[in-house]
């Protein structure tokens, strides 16, 4: 089968790789139907994070091609949508709403890698999610949103309490930053205030629900958002960059007592004891549980009350990915979908 490998930074090739097999009774093979890039896999694009001929890709959607003897939930036939976290989804910490917490956990990026014709799925029943029924076509995008950005935008919102008589703000204009806005309107949220300095996404902001857009950054975004809020700052912010400035404009963001909820994959991020104190603020964050929200969010496309596809901007064939993280990482695109 073809797929996506990251030879070294900034060296994106599509290449033949071995077709997945079961291993384990637990395993089922699904033949991918669309992909995409995401932006944590412009980390290692970039040379922030560690990368050598790795297996690239961690969202997908697509039909049960087969599975393992003791898979019960999907079959052979079924479209189903997978969590870019691995988990059984029956473990203490699953059953707590955690699944990206799971005592199986697996990442699904840089092992499995499914930015790819084929891929084998441990733990199918934990993982994978099938639709009521074989999607058309338009619905593809959307349930793809689903396997990573959407799930992780709504749990930010989630995570950061947003609801019927908050002022969220949101930090962070790509695409789960797009989408915690959406996930904001949909739990309730009176405000939402999108930080966005690129007049496209703000658009698109304006259309999963943002009231207010803020282009300033770092202590003039701070100090934005609380003139805003009449000097108290936000109920709920969700920081969905993971840089230092991202995160320390979203803590300053926070009213006191308010909720923060961090997504973003933070790479050298120190924050100082002193300030996280005084802000007396609640925070919750990291890899989003996006199992627990999956039946939700499928049932919501399906019934098309929502439609996160439009978070993609440019659609391109597997074989054109190099093109595809080029176009992500000059900001030209805000997500790429690949087609197979």
Not at 126 to 139: F, R, S
Not at 232 to 240: D, P, R, Y
Request: proline share 4%.
């Amino acid at each position: 089968m073809r797929g996506v490998v990251m030879y070294t930074a900034g060296d994106v090739r599509v290449e033949e790789r071995e077709d997945p097999k079961i291993i384990e009774s637990t395993d089922a093979i699904v033949r991918l139907t669309a992909t995409c890039v995401c932006g944590s896999d412009l980390w290692p694009y970039r040379g922030i994070e560690p990368t050598d001929h790795t297996a690239m890709g961690h969202e997908y959607v697509g039909v049960v091609e087969e599975i393992g003897s003791e898979v019960r939930t999907v079959k052979v036939g079924d479209f189903v949508v997978g969590s870019f976290v691995i988990s059984d989804n029956t473990c203490e910490i699953c059953r707590s709403g955690y699944q990206s917490g799971c005592a199986h956990r697996e990442f699904v990026a840089g092992t499995i890698g499914t930015q790819a014709e084929k891929a084998r799925i441990p733990h199918a029943d934990g993982t994978l999610v099938a639709t009521p029924g074989q999607p058309d076509a338009e619905l593809i995008p959307s349930l793809l949103a689903a396997s990573d950005v959407l799930g992780t935008g709504w749990y930010g919102a989630v995570a950061a309490e947003a609801g019927p008589g908050k002022t969220v703000a949101v930090v962070g204009d790509g695409a789960v930053g797009l989408m915690a806005v959406l996930a904001a309107e949909q739990l309730g949220a009176e405000r939402i205030i999108a930080m966005s300095r690129h007049p496209g996404r703000q658009e698109l902001a304006r259309f999963y629900g943002a009231t207010d857009i803020v282009a300033e950054r770092g202590d003039d975004g701070v100090a934005k958002i609380k003139e805003l809020t009449g000097g108290l700052g936000a109920h709920s912010v969700i920081e969905a960059v993971g840089t230092q400035e991202s995160t320390m404009q979203a803590i300053g963001a926070t009213r006191p007592g308010g909720h923060l909820g961090f997504v973003g994959v933070n790479h050298d991020v120190t924050i100082k004891g002193i300030d996280l104190f005084f802000a007396g603020i609640h925070v919750e964050g990291g890899p989003a549980p996006v199992r627990r929200f999956l039946p939700h969010l499928i049932q919501l496309i399906w019934d098309r009350e929502i439609d996160p596809g439009k978070v993609f901007d440019l659609t391109l064939p597997l074989d054109q990915a190099a093109d595809a993280y080029k176009a992500m990482d000059e900001r030209r695109a805000t997500k790429v979908l690949l087609t197979l």
